[in-house]
């Protein structure tokens, strides 16, 4: 029987983060950055229910991440999903006033596998200046889908995981020379290019270009700067990265840019045969 994984964008920028991938056996969030009031809007509109979220899954402690999590887990009691450090990094952010309820955390630990409904996800490390940082490893079905966002720069762990990816949502943040000719301060500009800030769409393509198996089908760049990138910069110089590598089918994978501030999706994917 084929198996279906959904996937759907709710925001994905400086404004705030949260994805929902969702399967008919329930679904789990990936952050949840955006204000309560507009991700039940969202829920709405989309015909999300709170009682079919299995779970909130959490990348890192920044605000634009995390700043409904322990909300969102005390209303739903929902469980919450992040690493030790992870969890302090929330319990040590002021500007976090809710935090995660004991009850509903779970930990997890890097290179450590869990289930949650029909979904095998495995948290990998990633590079980013929070007190840690993860990227998520799904696999449902026989296929997977990796999601990798404020990434410093791309690691060995990093690299096999895009490799082994059937559908990526990879951060594309911004265009270098926008970023060096832009107004940000100079200190900004060091931090957002630094190994532990995020990644440029040259990174992203050319990591793409050069790790990724032909499987791949679908890529979705997220974490897109409102100051330093557009959507179309950002497509089209990862599209030229893979169009260079000369391995890939025409017009494959298909590279998407996740909206900021709006909803993009939602994307129902292929995931094989059921296992």
Known sequence: MK????????????SGNCYYFYTAQGGLLIDAGLGVRMLKKYFNQ?????????????????VDHARQVGALSKDAFLPVYATAAVNRGIMANHCLRKKIPAANWREITVGEGFDIGDMHITPFAVPHDSYDCVGFRIACGSRVLVLATDVGHITPQIAQQIADADYLVLESNYDKEMLLNGRYPAHLKTRIMSPVGHLSNDECGQIIAQVASE?????????????????????????NHIKGAGRFQEGKPEVQALNRRLP????????????
Do not use: R
């Open 3 to 14: 198996k279906e994984l959904n996937f759907l964008s709710f925001g994905s920028g400086s």
């Open 46 to 62: 989309y015909g999300v229910s709170l009682s079919k979220i299995n779970a909130i899954l959490v990348t890192h402690d920044h």
């Open 264 to 275: 993009t999706g939602a994307f129902c994917l292929d995931m094989g045969e059921e296992e």
């Open 215 to 239: 499987k791949l089908q679908q890529v979705w760049l997220c974490h897109l700067s409102e100051e330093n990138n557009t959507p179309y910069m950002a497509i089209e110089t990862v599209q």
